[in-house]
């Protein structure tokens, strides 16, 4: 099964990762060169990663998100269709 993830960005430049809900809020911290990530119901303790966009960390919080939210797996891999430019990708 196929997960098409979209990224979109509110006011306060946060991004969502969603499928026909979100799963997960996360955000780019320049100053710090790090990516923060918070499992949607918990806006405290994020778990944090230095350096570039964590691209395969971010597809495995898809697929686990899904998962608890669904009851179902994903066997193909996750797709960005949307808001590629915030996360680096082309």
Do not use: S
Not at 19 to 24: G, N, R
Not at 34 to 50: D, E, H, L, S, V
Request: hydrophobic share 40%.
């Amino acid at each position: 099964m196929e997960i098409e993830i979209r990224t979109g960005e509110d006011g306060r430049r946060m991004l969502f990762a969603y499928v026909k809900k979100c799963l997960f809020q996360f955000a780019h911290r320049k100053d710090e060169n790090a990516w923060y990530f918070w499992w949607w119901g918990c806006p405290y303790n994020p778990f944090i990663i230095k350096g570039r966009f964590p691209l395969k960390f971010f597809k495995e919080a898809c697929r686990a998100n899904y998962f608890i939210d669904n009851g179902c797996g994903i066997d193909d891999d996750v797709i960005v269709v949307k808001g590629r430019n915030y996360i680096g990708l082309k």
